[in-house]
Nanobody, 123 residues
């Protein structure tokens, strides 16, 4: 079956960096665009960024543009989220997902989800 497993979360001070990884199995990885979303306590899950199947196109939420970078390694079936200049408001559980049909920005466009990894940014 399809599995997406996130890793790399943790506690970091404001201004610091983290790199999240999402390892995929059970799907033809290079057929899928991939997205990162996050969900803070009491808030809806929100789009962070996405990357198309080849890695030639990336998309970002305005709140992370210029600070976060998405990349992928199709040979390793892994997508990454490099997060720099982290802020306390970036604190959330971060999820990766594989895109089915539709716009990159909406949760409804994604068919498989990982279990999430916690990112906590202290001030």
């Amino acid at each position: 079956q399809v599995q997406l497993v996130e890793s790399g979360g943790g506690l970091v001070q404001a201004g610091g960096s983290l790199r999240l990884s999402c390892a995929a199995s059970g799907l033809t990885f290079n057929n899928y665009g991939m997205g990162w979303f996050r969900q803070a306590p009491g808030k809806e899950r929100e789009f962070v960024g996405a990357i198309n199947w080849s890695g030639s196109s990336t998309y970002y939420a305005d709140s992370v543009k210029g600070r976060f970078t998405i990349s992928r390694d199709n040979a390793k079936k892994t997508v990454y989220l490099q997060m720099n200049s982290l802020k306390p408001e970036d604190t959330a559980v971060y999820y990766c997902a594989s895109k089915a049909l539709g716009d990159y920005y909406y949760t409804s466009s994604y068919n498989y989800w990982g279990q999430g990894t916690q990112v906590t940014v202290s001030s």
